[in-house]
């Protein structure tokens, strides 16, 4: 029975480590968790740096979005890209935006419901303010403010849709093989049943005796193993989310067989399912910039082991920290165009332009792995296509 504590235990710090697109409740502590939240609130010394240029310089009124307001409320549901959507043709260069007003906003991660937002324009250069032109702070009388500090960051507003990344924030979608091997899993069902459904018993081995009844796990089908598009290493292997199961009863008998019951079953679930602990919940600030370095990544996966995907699908990239990439950066999505025969001279062979065609939202960051939401699609992504910084 020790010896499945610490095997539970190693296993742990392996999801806390790799497990891709979330932080495992059983291995943040709330420490830990103030941690991340404070490194999510983080502004970048490139970022602010290119805040103060702007500051002072403003943008070039080219650099407009066709359409830019004069005057915006924010409003609850906005979001940090769709604002900066609205003012810049380059949604991701959120830093230029929050330069404009740099004094009143100190914090691109916190943008309030209620702040209006006046856009000026003098010289050929662009500003943004909160306070109206001639002087009047309209938005701030009228809205009687008070000062927010860096902390006051529950009603600041996401960065990107919260119902477009929060159930991939919930579910894990890549893990490395010592996790599958030692994960708990389903083992048997009553009554010679094949499949659970909500509200459904079944038996479960691998789960320790520290953890709590009551506690919730996610159910997964056995994983895939997924494969570097280039150099064809296995990257980590996805785990396909079934639906939630919650522990009735703790390990008895000789071998350590756990109870749970169905609270949630998108899936059909049954013996040979792995569970990892269900992650906390948390919130989505980043601040969405194009990296500072000349990223070259590809797409490994799409979310569901399917090779084709468009907008609103999570991907998983075959680069990490180790190619400079950090939670909000944006990349450009793009297909090699490839070389093919020059249909008017039969002894030539030409190079086709890269078809250019979204952006991809970074989110979750490890070594040599992230996940990325796209967040535009004008053709169908597939795996092996680019993610490039941005031009």
């Not at 979310?303 to 950090?326: D, I």
């Amino acid at each position: 029975m020790r010896d499945l504590t610490k095997q539970q235990a190693a296993s742990g710090r392996r999801l806390h480590a790799f497990t891709l697109v979330m932080l495992s409740a059983a291995c943040v502590t709330a420490g830990a968790a103030a941690a991340v939240q404070a490194a999510e609130l983080a502004v970048s010394p490139a970022q602010r740096a290119e805040a103060d240029v702007t500051a002072q310089q403003g943008i070039p009124v080219s650099e407009l979005a066709s359409g830019a307001p004069s005057q915006y409320t924010v409003r609850s549901g906005d979001t940090l890209w769709g604002i900066s959507g609205k003012y810049l043709r380059q949604p991701w260069r959120w830093p230029a935006l929050w330069g404009m007003n740099r004094q009143q906003i100190r914090n691109p991660h916190l943008i309030y419901p209620g702040q209006i937002l006046y856009l000026v324009q003098r010289d050929g250069r662009a500003y943004l303010s909160t306070t109206a032109p001639g002087g009047v702070a309209g938005g701030d009388v009228r809205l009687s403010p008070r000062v927010r500090g860096d902390g006051d960051s529950g009603n600041a507003i996401p960065s990107i849709p919260a119902s477009d990344i929060e159930p991939f924030l919930m579910r894990p979608l890549v893990v490395d093989q010592q996790t599958v091997a030692t994960s708990a899993r389903i083992v048997a069902l009553p009554d010679a049943r094949v499949y659970m459904g909500r509200g459904d018993t079944g038996y479960v081995r691998g789960i320790a005796p520290t953890d709590s009844v009551g506690s919730d796990w996610q159910a997964f089908k056995p994983a895939q193993p997924v494969y570097d598009p280039v150099s064809r290493a296995v990257l980590g292997y996805e785990a396909q989310y079934q639906g939630n199961v919650r522990l009735t009863r703790g390990p008895e008998g000789p071998d350590a067989v756990s109870t749970v019951q169905v609270t949630q079953s998108p899936q059909e679930m049954g013996a040979g399912s792995l569970l990892l602990p269900q992650p906390a919940r948390e919130a989505v600030r980043y601040v969405p910039h194009a990296p500072d370095t000349n990223v070259q990544a590809r797409i490994a996966a799409v979310y569901g082991g399917v090779e084709y995907g468009g907008a609103k699908q999570v991907v998983v990239l075959n680069v990490g920290a180790n190619a400079g990439l950090e939670p909000g950066h944006v990349l450009a999505l793009s297909r090699s165009g490839g070389k093919v025969k020059d249909s008017t001279d039969r002894n030539r062979t030409i190079t086709l332009p890269d078809d250019r065609y979204g952006l991809a939202y970074v989110y979750r960051v490890f070594p040599g792995i992230a996940y990325a939401l796209v967040t535009d699609a004008t053709n169908v992504m597939k795996v092996g296509d680019l993610a490039t910084t941005p031009q």
